[in-house]
């Protein structure tokens, strides 16, 4: 069923649905409580493959319990693993990546995303990123560090070949300036990398 597009997340399931297909390859940067991870496994199916990353234990926990409950699990890769280290584990050729910055809701807010791993990470998604493929980033400012590490997601994206990759940024314009947003990054059709 079709979620109101009321913030990030539900914008970034949007264009997932559009894009995911039975059997593809995806990944969850930061699956947290797996919502995420979830909607990905849906999407792919078990023919798919999907690799979900977080670097609590309890959300690999929570995660692993709503996969389970909903017999989604056999085709997921839990890694608990700093998603600075994807590459490592990743293989190439995936039709989405999907990364939810910020601190797991009801967790540690110290155990929140940071700049510098972030963008390391979203360089390497990027680079796996079939063809048409696709990578959301929902982004959050009103945490501590959080407009730094959207400055750092902007400056990123801004610093991606047009020839390349298309990268859009989507904000509510009738929500408070804090309000969560999107970067969506396309991987252009026939690109030259
Ligand atoms: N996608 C999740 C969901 O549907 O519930 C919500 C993700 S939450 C906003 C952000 C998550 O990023 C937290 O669970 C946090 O532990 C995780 N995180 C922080 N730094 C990380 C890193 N370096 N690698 C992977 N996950 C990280």
Sequence with gaps: KKE?????V???????????????????????NGFDTLLLAELAGEGGQIWAFDI????IAATRTLLEREGRLAAV????????????FVPAGLA????????LPGGETS???DPVRTVSALAQAAKLLKSGGILTVALYTGHEGGP??????HEWGASLSPREYNVWCSRQLNRPPV?????????????SC
């Design 4 to 8: 109101s597009l009321r913030g990030a």
């Design 10 to 32: 539900p914008l970034s399931h949007f264009y997932l649905r559009q894009v995911v297909r039975p059997g593809d390859l995806v990944l969850d940067a930061t699956c947290g």
């Design 56 to 59: 609590q234990p309890r959300a």
């Design 77 to 88: 890769h839990l890694l608990e693993v700093g998603h600075e280290r994807l590459a490592e």
């Design 96 to 103: 989405a990546a999907v990364f939810n910055l910020g601190y």
């Design 111 to 113: 155990l929140v995303t």
């Design 148 to 153: 730094e590490e959207a400055q750092a997601v």
């Design 179 to 191: 309000a969560p947003y999107l970067v969506l990054v396309e991987r252009i059709r026939g690109g």
